[in-house]
């Protein structure tokens, strides 16, 4: 039997999370080159539309785990689900989108099983019959390759970002579906989740900005921030920040940006101080252009920018704000 | 309810339900009854024993170097606590305010490692678990949390915090396979613990601003997200106590009969390619104001 490649693909409320489909798109890459076959599994109550959706794509099988205990979502709901499935079926590997749901649950899942979880891969390398996972470290100062040890099944996560979801191959004919009714015990699921919320109505939507200064650690004080602000209003943008800022109270919490703030793709993104750790660029990288002003020469933020500027901010921006009203002005 | 956990090749008795543990009679306000169950009706404020786990990891703006095998970096650079760990201590010293009971601080690497335990010391735990010994830098996260395992197995702790990840390895892993393996249940990037009538109630930060509460029974793992409280400083007083506060050492060859092979193995560690033309504007402020306003102005054409 050829080896298989498992995604299990995450969806929410009755919604597939489209980050899945970029796994998707990553776990296509590996078995056009490895020749193993594709195969996915969405877990859930309720959830065979969105098997049938992920169907629509070139993949060989999508198995629909059921179960109304599966819903809401609980770690010990989806060890259950998936750990005796994947047990039955002996995947070679496993793909998830490093969700925070995944997070959640993947390293239970990956030890419960006695193996490895190389989490928040960024690619993966395909070399006489190797297959490595290149994952950042250090906050992305640092790539690694890394490798499984011992006999599959292997876990993988990707970042968000790691492989383009528009680019998803659709296959010629709809793949078969299969439901497994999953037995979850009764007393196993110990966490009682209620229903997701959102804080407070966000009153900034950085999403839609164009253009947008964003702070980081490099801003130093709080009374700096007052320089970037006026940076943002001489180009007309919105002020942002990376979470430290937002965690010292510096900017409210609806201007962070990154994978626990807003993700924003705006024309212009100054980068101000901002050393470019993973959980900010997930945040901005889809940004069209982007400006990075910091005084540390190997910030990771450089790694992504378009124009670098290597300097002390509060040299720069002074005069940038001037040129900027001067130039608006004209 | 006793239950076995597997480590590596050997079995140990999990404690979940098991005698109160001793307390300095000063604190020790309610009557107690052996069993955890009891213990939670009896008392109005019962007493926690919480375990935080901490990591040392490279200063977040120190330059790093890699060794000469390209395998890791090489050590001699500043090291600090590691971010989402320190939250979870102040996490933890604060429900101890609270509830009453004892923080412990755990973690594991060389002797410079220790550090991290003296300064949590002085912010006011109790007490410190050194796994010492180099090691334990390389350990993957399923080791690293079979080593902690290891370590505790004859405590009975009723949460462990830990960071919701590392600044270094940035595996997001060590938390929850530790409660894997403790048999506990657990919950991640947490932004709020308040005690409920069966355990506690948590606040779990989910993707794009949403939040949702989550019950859950006791003993629980909880991985802390930054930001979830306010820092404190060390006070002198605290920084001169900590010198007489205990820290038990437990050394590599005390726990690694419990741990496996590495199941994953960094092959090469590198600077990562630019996937990304960048070009490099330089000279004088003034200079590279006048350069950024050209290439908004023209090329990105948004002013």
Redesign the interface.
């Known amino acids: 039997m050829a080896d298989i490649i498992l995604v299990v693909v995450e969806q929410r409320e009755g919604k597939l999370n489209r980050v899945s489909w970029e796994t998707i798109t990553g776990a296509q890459a590996i078995a056009a080159e490895t020749g193993w076959t594709l195969e996915a599994a969405v877990v859930g109550s309720g959830v065979g539309d969105i098997a049938k959706e992920v169907a629509g794509k070139k993949v060989s099988k999508v198995y629909a785990l059921e179960s109304a205990k599966l819903e809401p979502y609980t770690?010990?709901g989806f060890m259950a689900a998936l750990k005796p499935f994947i047990e039955q079926k002996q995947p070679k590997l496993v793909l998830m989108p490093h969700?925070?749901?995944v997070?959640?649950?993947a390293?239970?899942l990956?030890?419960?099983l006695?193996?490895?979880?190389?989490?928040?891969a960024v690619g993966y390398k395909y070399e006489g019959g190797n297959l490595?996972f290149t994952?950042?470290?250090?906050?992305?100062?640092?790539?690694?390759?890394?490798?499984?040890?011992?006999g599959p099944p292997y876990f993988a996560t990707f970042q968000n970002g790691a492989f383009r979801g528009d680019q998803v191959v659709q296959g010629d004919a709809a793949a078969p579906v299969e439901t497994v009714n999953v037995d979850v015990a009764e007393g196993l699921v110990?966490?009682?989740?209620?229903?997701?919320?959102?804080?407070a109505k966000?009153a900034v939507d950085l999403t839609q900005a164009?253009?947008i200064v964003a702070v980081g650690?490099g801003i130093k004080e709080q009374k700096n921030i007052e320089i970037a602000k006026q940076l943002a209003e001489a180009?007309?943008g919105e002020i942002a920040a990376s979470?430290?800022i937002?965690?010292a109270g510096w900017l409210p919490m609806?201007r962070q940006v990154g994978?626990?703030?807003?993700?924003v793709a705006p024309?212009?993104y100054l980068a101000l101080g901002i050393?470019g750790a993973?959980q900010h660029v997930v945040g901005m990288k889809g940004a069209?252009?982007i400006?990075a002003i910091n005084k540390?020469a190997?910030a990771?933020i450089?790694?992504?920018?378009?124009?670098?500027?290597?300097?002390?901010l509060f040299?720069?921006v002074p005069?940038?704000i001037?040129?900027?009203k001067?130039?608006?002005g004209a | 309810m006793s239950g076995y956990i597997?480590i590596g090749d050997s079995r140990f008795e999990t404690h979940i339900t098991r005698p109160f543990p001793i307390l300095p009679p000063l604190i020790y306000t309610c009557r107690f009854h052996g069993m955890r169950s009891k213990r939670s009706v009896k008392c109005k404020e019962p007493l926690v024993k919480i375990l935080v786990c901490m990591k040392q990891v490279?200063q977040?703006?120190a330059?790093?170097k890699?060794n000469e095998g390209g395998t890791w970096?090489r050590e001699d650079v500043s090291y600090e606590v590691n971010e989402p760990d320190a939250y979870a201590l102040e996490e933890a010293l604060r429900q101890r305010e609270k509830h009453g009971g004892e923080v412990v601080v755990i973690t594991s690497g060389p002797a410079r490692a220790q550090q991290v335990l003296r300064e949590a010391l002085a912010k006011g735990a109790d007490r410190a678990i050194h796994l010492e010994g180099d090691g334990f830098v390389t350990l993957?996260?399923?080791n690293t949390?079979k080593a902690f395992a290891t370590a505790i197995k004859d405590e009975s702790f009723d949460l462990i915090f830990t960071g919701l990840q590392s600044?270094?390895?940035?595996?997001?892993?060590t938390g929850?396979?530790l409660?894997?393996?403790l048999g506990w249940?657990?919950?991640?990037?947490i932004m709020q613990i308040e005690k409920s009538d069966s355990g506690i109630r948590v606040k779990?930060?989910?993707?794009?601003?949403?939040?949702?509460?989550?019950?859950?029974?006791l003993p629980a793992l909880l991985t802390i997200?930054?930001?979830i409280n306010k820092l404190r400083y060390a006070t002198l007083i605290g920084i001169k106590q900590a010198k007489n506060k205990p820290l038990k050492k437990v050394s590599f060859d005390e726990v690694k009969l419990t741990l496996g092979?590495?199941?994953?193995?960094?092959?090469?560690?590198?600077?990562?390619?630019?996937?990304?033309?960048?070009?490099?504007?330089?000279g004088p402020?003034?200079e590279?104001?006048?350069k950024?306003?050209d290439?908004?102005?023209n090329e990105?054409r948004?002013?």
């Open positions: 770690p010990d969700t925070y749901q997070r959640d649950f390293p239970k990956a030890a419960g006695d193996r490895a979880l190389i989490s928040d490595r994952r950042q470290m250090f906050q992305g100062k640092f790539a690694a390759d890394v490798s499984f040890v011992g110990r966490n009682r989740p209620e229903a997701p919320f959102v804080e966000q164009e253009i650690r180009l007309g979470r430290p937002c965690d609806d994978s626990s703030g807003q993700t024309k212009l050393s993973i069209r252009t400006i540390d190997e990771p450089f790694e992504i920018a378009d124009v670098a500027v290597v300097g002390n040299d720069i005069p940038l001037e040129e900027v001067k130039a608006k | 597997r490279p977040k703006d330059p790093l890699l970096i993957d996260a399923f949390a600044d270094d390895y940035g595996f997001a892993q929850v396979i409660a894997a393996l249940p657990h919950a991640t990037i779990r930060e989910l993707e794009a601003g949403f939040f949702q509460f989550v019950d859950m029974p997200q930054s930001g092979e590495n199941l994953q193995k960094i092959e090469k560690l590198y600077i990562p390619q630019k996937t990304k033309k960048t070009e490099v504007l330089e402020p003034g590279i104001a006048k950024l306003v290439k908004l102005r990105l948004v002013i």
